[in-house]
């Protein structure tokens, strides 16, 4: 089965670090097109950042700078890496794939951060 | 950068046909995607490239695009149905993929 599991959400305090994980089973991160997508609380879908697997990145500009997104071979695992959180990075963080032909196919339940002093 | 406009919410009757739109500038150029979400849970592809149904998806969904306007249908409405639904397009010129608004649907 193919399945995304995100981790590494919780509270942090305004200016701080936090690093999420995507563990993926089923699929190799190393040859797939990768996303983060957040959803403030009560908002819409909102994208994040995107690795393409010939290791392009894009971020979206309210991010840029701030966040990293990357991923490590030998565990399979994606990667955001955010710095100097502010309050609006609230949100529950969804990883996701992106399959050609198909759109992205495979999301993981998503992993909440809360930015909060 | 580019804005892709939903109307937030769709009011429709059991049963019946659920039409929810996507603004967007010249969007019938643009291969346009579309998620339902429920409460608590991840999205869920339910059409791709305008109109293409996911493996699993009900033949009950479908979607067109044309100028201005992408279009979620939904017919024989049942309450299961009740989500929101999200739009979805690629930036060609920056690599950036962006969401509409939302659209709740109430049946």
């Known amino acids: 089965e193919v399945q995304l599991v995100e981790s590494g959400g919780g509270l942090v305090q305004p200016g701080g670090s936090r690093r999420l994980s995507c563990a993926a089973s089923g699929l190799t991160v190393t040859n797939s097109y990768m996303t983060w997508v957040r959803q403030s609380p009560g908002k819409g879908l909102e994208w994040v950042s995107t690795l393409h697997s010939e290791e392009t990145t894009r971020y979206a500009d309210s991010v840029r700078g701030r966040f990293t997104i990357s991923r490590h071979n030998s565990n399979n695992t994606l990667y955001l890496q955010m710095n100097s959180l502010k309050l609006e990075d609230t949100a529950v963080y969804y990883c996701a794939r992106w399959k050609a032909g198909s759109g992205f196919d495979i999301w993981g339940p998503g992993t909440l951060v809360t930015v909060s002093s | 950068s580019y804005v892709l406009t939903q109307p937030p919410s769709v009011s429709v009757a059991p049963g019946k046909t659920a039409r929810i739109t996507c603004g967007g500038s010249?969007?019938?150029?643009?291969?346009v995607h579309w998620y339902q979400q429920k409460p608590g849970q991840a999205p869920v592809l339910v059409i791709s490239y305008d109109s293409d149904r996911p493996s699993g998806i009900p033949e009950r969904f479908s979607g067109s695009n044309s100028g201005n306007t992408a279009t979620l249908t939904i017919s024989r409405v049942e309450v299961g149905d009740e989500a929101d639904y999200y739009c979805?397009?690629?930036?060609?010129?920056?690599?950036?993929?962006?969401f509409g608004g939302g659209t709740k649907v109430a049946v």
């Open positions: 979805q397009v690629w930036q060609s010129s920056n690599g950036h993929w962006v």
């Open positions: 010249d969007i019938g150029s643009d291969s």
